[in-house]
């Protein structure tokens, strides 16, 4: 097995889902994030994406229904759908024990999109000149803006501590990326491919953070029956959807140069430290309300597209 391109996967999986939310913007700096939360969500994204491969449903579609399975992690190990965010109270407040904003923020966009579908996209783009995603330099340039907003808001717009961020998070994929184009002469999303007995060890060390935080993270049990039959429910969205959509591949859409990323990184850079000296948590606000708006619509467009699949 290739490790290089697992190894580039983990460390874009961050810089998506933990640096671009706030989540963990100085991750390279510390040891718990390296070993622990890299762990989750590179056990998680090759997890899943090994299951749409040996049920040969790897559209972006059905990634996403696997992508809302996903996100569920939160609410048993980090616990932020059930409590919110530490220290904070929920959002939007809770009904019952769920935390509204936090779940349908995590849960229906920045997990299936940020965690798992966009890694999966970059790693694609930058090792094949290929994307299973259409019009991806315009998804980077968005995405670019949002990261920006988000993690400038996180570190109180701080325009050093964005910078610091920013150079530290990407200068080690950009390390990875120069030793792996020297290793490999051609990429393909099959070498990530796992054997059975890989698979099985993947899957076991992504379920020993379940297992251990649950009971003792943040001192609170899911002990509402509402609430874990929300939680149930999404389970069952994101592998009924996932089963319901027909197995199929991915179009691939080939790119002569890759130059977009570059000036997707201006911008995320540009536009966070401009952003920094202009604070105002307005923007920020906007921007989870847009994102919580788009997920929502996503969620009903994938289950609706999924309906209409199996029935034609």
Same mark, same amino acid.
């Given at each position: 097995?290739?490790?290089?391109?697992?190894?580039?996967?983990?460390?874009?999986?961050?810089?998506?889902a933990?640096?671009?939310?706030?989540?963990?913007?100085?991750?390279?700096?510390?040891?718990?994030?390296?070993?622990?939360?890299?762990?989750?969500?590179?056990?998680?994204?090759?997890?899943?994406?090994?299951?749409?491969?040996?049920?040969?449903?790897?559209?972006?579609?059905?990634?996403?229904?696997?992508?809302?399975?996903?996100?569920?992690?939160?609410?048993?190990?980090?616990?932020?759908?059930?409590?919110g965010?530490?220290?904070?109270?929920?959002?939007?407040?809770?009904?019952?024990?769920?935390?509204?904003?936090?779940?349908?923020?995590?849960?229906?966009?920045?997990?299936?999109?940020?965690?798992?579908?966009?890694?999966?996209?970059?790693?694609r783009?930058?090792?094949a000149?290929?994307?299973?995603?259409?019009?991806?330099?315009?998804?980077y340039?968005?995405?670019?803006?949002?990261?920006?907003?988000?993690?400038?808001?996180?570190?109180?717009?701080?325009?050093?501590?964005?910078?610091?961020?920013?150079?530290?998070?990407?200068?080690?994929?950009?390390?990875?990326?120069?030793?792996?184009?020297?290793?490999?002469?051609?990429?393909?999303?099959?070498? #990530?491919?796992?054997?059975?007995?890989? #698979?099985?060890?993947?899957?076991?060390?992504?379920?020993?953070?379940?297992?251990?935080?649950?009971p003792?993270?943040?001192?609170?049990?899911?002990?509402?029956?509402?609430?874990?039959?929300?939680?149930?429910?999404?389970?069952?969205?994101g592998?009924v959807?996932?089963?319901?959509?027909?197995?199929?591949?991915?179009?691939?859409?080939?790119?002569?140069?890759?130059?977009?990323?570059?000036?997707?990184?201006?911008?995320?850079?540009?536009?966070?430290?401009?952003?920094?000296?202009?604070?105002?948590?307005?923007?920020?606000?906007?921007?989870?309300?847009?994102?919580?708006?788009?997920?929502?619509?996503?969620?009903?467009?994938?289950?609706?597209?999924?309906?209409?699949?199996?029935i034609?």
């Amino acid at each position: 097995m290739n490790l290089f391109p697992i190894i580039i996967l983990a460390v874009i999986n961050m810089f998506f889902a933990e640096v671009l939310s706030g989540s963990s913007p100085f991750w390279v700096f510390v040891p718990e994030s390296i070993i622990i939360t890299t762990t989750i969500y590179l056990t998680h994204t090759l997890f899943f994406y090994n299951i749409a491969v040996r049920f040969r449903r790897e559209t972006i579609v059905h990634l996403y229904f696997l992508g809302i399975v996903y996100g569920l992690y939160e609410a048993w190990i980090t616990k932020v759908i059930v409590v919110g965010y530490i220290n904070t109270d929920p959002i939007l407040g809770s009904f019952h024990q769920i935390a509204i904003a936090e779940f349908i923020l995590l849960v229906l966009f920045w997990h299936p999109i940020m965690s798992f579908i966009m890694p999966l996209a970059t790693i694609r783009v930058l090792l094949a000149k290929d994307s299973f995603i259409p019009k991806i330099n315009i998804i980077y340039y968005i995405t670019a803006i949002i990261g920006a907003i988000i993690l400038a808001a996180y570190l109180n717009f701080n325009p050093i501590n964005f910078i610091v961020s920013s150079v530290s998070t990407l200068a080690v994929p950009t390390v990875i990326y120069i030793l792996t184009m020297k290793k490999m002469d051609r990429f393909s999303l099959d070498q #990530l491919k796992l054997s059975n007995k890989a #698979l099985i060890i993947v899957f076991t060390i992504m379920l020993i953070p379940y297992v251990y935080t649950f009971p003792i993270f943040r001192d609170q049990p899911l002990v509402d029956s509402i609430t874990l039959m929300i939680i149930l429910l999404f389970y069952l969205i994101g592998i009924v959807g996932f089963f319901i959509l027909p197995p199929a591949l991915p179009e691939y859409y080939s790119y002569k140069s890759i130059g977009f990323i570059m000036k997707a990184i201006a911008i995320f850079f540009s536009f966070g430290v401009i952003l920094s000296f202009i604070p105002t948590n307005l923007i920020l606000i906007l921007t989870f309300a847009i994102l919580m708006t788009i997920g929502t619509f996503i969620l009903i467009f994938s289950i609706i597209f999924a309906i209409i699949k199996r029935i034609t």
